[in-house]
């Protein structure tokens, strides 16, 4: 079974950046992707990155966050500027089991807390 790790969330005031890693214990051959959860609220899928490296993002971040992954250091990350007290949520690694060139699960991390404060 895949472990996926978050780090780098914080206390950060608004208008600052933080850089979110996800580091995988295996190589994952499928896409990738943030998703975040605020407490009340449904889990929100943040931004993908397939593992060609195309990526998409949700409108709320089009223009403020930048998926990437090194898939030599089995990493994921998510850079994030002009964060705004409305991003403040648990930000959460998934990556997409696949066998024989299919989807057939999902890993996910435990999350990290990133606090957006104005």
């Known amino acids: 079974q895949v472990q996926l790790e978050e780090s780098g969330g914080g206390l950060v005031q608004a208008g600052r950046s933080l850089r979110l890693s996800c580091v995988a214990s295996e190589r994952i051959a499928g896409g990738m992707a943030w998703y975040r959860q605020a407490p009340g609220n449904p889990r929100e899928w943040v931004a993908s990155i397939t593992s060609g490296g195309a990526t998409a993002y949700a409108d709320s971040v089009k223009g403020r966050f930048d998926i990437s992954r090194d898939s030599a250091k089995n990493t994921l990350y998510l850079q994030m500027n002009n964060l705004e007290p409305a991003d403040s949520a648990v930000y959460l690694c998934?990556?997409?089991?696949?066998?024989?060139?299919?989807?057939?699960?999902?890993?996910w991390g435990q999350g990290t807390q990133v606090t957006v404060f104005s």
């Open positions: 998934h990556g997409d089991r696949v066998r024989l060139g299919r989807r057939i699960g999902d890993y």
